[in-house]
C-alpha cells in the first residue's frame, strides 16, 4: 500500500501515505511489531472502513496493539504512515488469532509525485509532526475513486530547484528510500495515471533569477 517494498520479512514504509491493509479471518486483539527510526511515528489506523484512532509508535522496534475485541469473522486492517520520510518506519509483523486472506489489487492504479502540499504538510498533523499525508489529496483521491497507489513527496521537492540544496526531483524517485541507502527503487506495476505536482519550490529560482522552465521541465519529463 503506497510506495512501500519488503527488505526481509518488514516492510518498509517510509514513504508519504505508505503502510499495509490486510485482510484477517479472526477475532479478539491485532497486534504489529514495528521498527521506527523516530519517536513519535504516527500512522492512522483503519479498522473495517473506520479511522479507529492515531497510533504514535516510539524510536526503536516495539508491539503494539492495533485493534482489540473483534468480532469473529472476516476484517480489513489498514495501516498509513503519515508522517512519511519525516518518520521512516518498518512494518516487521502481525500477530492475531486467526488466518490471514490475500487480498486483489484494485483495478486503477494511480502514482503521485509532489511537494509538501502532497505530503500533507500543516494538515493538522498530530504529536509533534507537521506532516499528515493521510488528510493530503493524493490519499483522499485515491481513497475516493478506489484506487491503488503510491505518493513520492517532500517538503521542498523541486523539478530543478528546491527549498534544499539538493532536494530536486532526482535526486529521490529513483530510490526505494534514501532515508536508507541508494537501492534503486523497481515497480512491480504500470500507473493507469501519474499525477504531477511539482512547480511551487521552482518558482523563485525561475523567475527572479532567470531559470529555464521549459528546459527544466523537458529534462523532467525526459527522465529515465
Not at 527572479?208 to 522552465?213: A, D, E, T
Amino acid at each position: 500500500m503506497g510506495r512501500t517494498y519488503v527488505s526481509g520479512e518488514s516492510l518498509i514504509c517510509d514513504h508519504a501515505a505508505s503502510g499495509a491493509e490486510f485482510a484477517l479471518d479472526c477475532r479478539g486483539d491485532v497486534m504489529v511489531r514495528v521498527t521506527a527510526k523516530n519517536s513519535d511515528t504516527v500512522f492512522t489506523v483503519v479498522v473495517d472502513d473506520v479511522a479507529t484512532k492515531n497510533i504514535a509508535f516510539s524510536k526503536g522496534s516495539g508491539d503494539y496493539k492495533i485493534a482489540e475485541g473483534l468480532s469473529e469473522g472476516f476484517h480489513i486492517i489498514r495501516l498509513v504512515n503519515e508522517g512519511g520520510y519525516t518518520k521512516p518506519c518498518a512494518i516487521d509483523s502481525v500477530t492475531f488469532s486467526g488466518s490471514m486472506i490475500k487480498m486483489a489489487e484494485n483495478d486503477f492504479y494511480i502514482e503521485f509525485v509532489g511537494e509538501s502540499i502532497s505530503a500533507g504538510y500543516g494538515l493538522g498533523a498530530t504529536a509533534g509532526e507537521v506532516h499528515d499525508a493521510t488528510l493530503a489529496y493524493p490519499y483522499l483521491t485515491a481513497e475516493k475513486l478506489g484506487a491503488d497507489y503510491t505518493i513520492c513527496a517532500r517538503s521542498g521537492l523541486g523539478v530543478a530547484y528546491s527549498a534544499g540544496a539538493s532536494n530536486i526531483f532526482e535526486n529521490y524517485y529513483p530510490y526505494q528510500s534514501v532515508e536508507r541507502g541508494t537501492a534503486a527503487y523497481a515497480p512491480t506495476r504500470t500507473p493507469d495515471l501519474v499525477v504531477i505536482n511539482l512547480h511551487t519550490n521552482d518558482n523563485y529560482q525561475w523567475y527572479s533569477k532567470g531559470g529555464n522552465v521549459e528546459g527544466d521541465y523537458y529534462n523532467f519529463a525526459t527522465f529515465d
